[in-house]
């Protein structure tokens, strides 16, 4: 269902950006649908489905958006918390955000970064998670890094990485990294996230790591942390 284009066709107006109707597409025939546009919108709505969701009656609806719009679950969240009477209780989007840290520690003889390994991965990578509405990107890397692993860190300026991936052929997923130093390496993971943790030199992480983007991350990471003093 996600990223499937459809017609809308639109019986109402709901707020500024939210308009409610039916789908006309033969696969989705029928099927309740809200329009969410920036623009104003006529009789028809052409665009693809970016999040089915359920509402507090029970019913499932799709979300539709036009091709070149990026909602993300805290945008579409906020936009629904202005109807009334209408609870959105779930929601699968096909776009996703995240953000996290390369989470250095710098001691007298060495710097070392943190790795993790989630309780549902098979990879090293670095603390992260979903953006929560509200938050900028360096409050949710900072929230994520404390929550999975127990440090407070501090988000450096200037260092901002993009990794945009679709892991399972539609689902949009982008991740924002940050650099963020730690001053300690006492961890404690959030074992219903982390399975396992290790602190490893640079090099280490190169040959731990296997994602083009985790390394390309690393490296530019390694460039960053040299002018730290």
């Not at 959030?190 to 690393?218: F, G, H, S």
């Amino acid at each position: 269902m996600l990223a499937n284009k459809v017609t809308v066709n639109i019986f109402g107006k709901l707020s500024k950006n939210i308009y409610s109707g039916y789908t006309s597409f033969e696969k989705t025939a029928n099927k309740k649908a809200y329009v969410l546009s920036e623009t104003p919108v006529n009789e028809t709505f052409k665009g693809i489905v970016i999040a089915v969701a359920c509402f507090n009656d029970n019913e499932e609806r799709l979300i539709v958006a036009s091709e070149n719009a990026v909602y993300y679950e805290p945008d579409i969240r906020v936009n629904f918390s202005y109807l009334r009477n209408t609870e959105l209780t779930s929601i699968r989007c096909l776009y996703e955000k995240s953000c996290g840290g390369i989470v250095f520690y710098k001691s007298k003889t060495s710097t070392r970064i943190l790795l993790v390994k989630n309780n549902n991965g098979r990879y090293w990578s670095f603390p992260k998670g979903h953006i929560e509405i509200g938050e900028t990107e360096e409050q949710t890397a900072a929230r994520e890094i404390k929550e999975e692993t127990s440090l407070d860190v501090e988000i450096k300026e200037g260092f901002r990485e993009v990794s945009d991936y679709c892991p399972f052929g539609k689902i949009h997923k982008r991740v924002v990294f940050f650099l963020a130093q730690a001053f300690t390496d006492n961890v404690n993971v959030q074992e219903e996230e982390i399975a396992e943790y290790i602190w490893v030199d640079l090099q280490q992480a190169r040959k731990l790591c296997t994602y083009d983007n985790d390394l390309r991350i690393i490296s530019k990471a390694e460039t960053a942390i040299k002018l730290i003093k």
